[in-house]
C-alpha cells in the first residue's frame, strides 16, 4: 500500500501479519482487526510501517502490506 493513502487518523483494516506477535494482540484482532492509524515506523531503514491502535486500545506496528483503508 503506498504511504500517501494514509496519514494518521485514517481507519484501516489489519489483513494479515507476517511476524510472530504476542497471543494478546492475537485475540485483539480476531476479536475486531480494525484501527486507527497513529504514527509511522522505519522498519529497516528503507521501508515504513504504520503504527495502529486497534479498537480495543491495544496498538501496535505493522507492515505498510499488512493494512488497507477501512
Known amino acids: 500500500m503506498a504511504q500517501a493513502t494514509l496519514s494518521i487518523g485514517s481507519k484501516v ?3 494479515r501479519v507476517r511476524d510472530r506477535i504476542p497471543t494478546a494482540l492475537v485475540n485483539a484482532l480476531k476479536a ?3 484501527g486507527t492509524v497513529t504514527g509511522f515506523r522505519m522498519t529497516d531503514g ?5 503504527v495502529v491502535e486497534l479498537t480495543n486500545g491495544v496498538s501496535s506496528w505493522f507492515f505498510d502490506d499488512e ?3 477501512a
Not at 528503507?46 to 504504520?50: D, H, L, R
Request: charged residues 15%; aromatic residues 0%.
Open 13 to 15: 483494516r489489519v489483513l
Open 32 to 34: 475486531d482487526p480494525t
Open 46 to 50: 528503507t521501508g515504513v510501517g504504520v
Open 67 to 69: 493494512v488497507a483503508p
